[in-house]
């Protein structure tokens, strides 16, 4: 399976435009505490664009869906950057103490395009 990414569908951290200064979920996607089995994925959603800024995306983890939750990682994709539909744009692992549920916001800017889709992936084990 090389050269391959195994995508989750339907368990997005955050699908929207990178056009404007916030992005956010509100949705806790469930981890199911896998031990390092899973990372978060950020593709490009058409052509995207990143000539505005950097953008960060902080990854947060909680015990249970509707709790409280604390920063985990960020992952970032550099200011200056263009994507074709569908590219992986940055990739993080999901610690071995990931707690039961995650979820995510990124920090964007008006001079950035196109969309974001971020969302977990298997590792191969």
């Known amino acids: 399976m090389m050269n391959n990414i195994l995508k989750v569908y339907g368990e997005d951290l955050i699908n929207g435009a ?3 200064a916030a992005v956010a979920s509100d ?4 981890v199911g505490e896998t031990q390092g089995a899973l990372c978060v994925n950020v593709f490009a959603k058409g052509a995207v664009s990143t000539a505005g800024a950097a953008v960060e995306i902080t990854l947060k983890d909680g015990e249970s869906e509707t709790g409280s939750f604390a920063e985990l990682q960020t992952i970032t994709v550099a200011r200056g950057k263009t994507f074709k539909d569908g590219e992986l744009m940055a990739t993080a692992t999901l610690p071995a103490g990931t ?3 995650v979820m ?3 920090v ?3 001079g950035n395009s196109g969309e974001m889709r971020v969302t977990l992936g298997y590792l191969a084990r």
């Open 18 to 20: 990178l056009n404007a």
């Open 27 to 30: 949705k806790a996607v469930a």
């Open 99 to 101: 707690k039961a549920y």
């Open 104 to 106: 995510a916001s990124a």
């Open 108 to 110: 964007s800017a008006a």
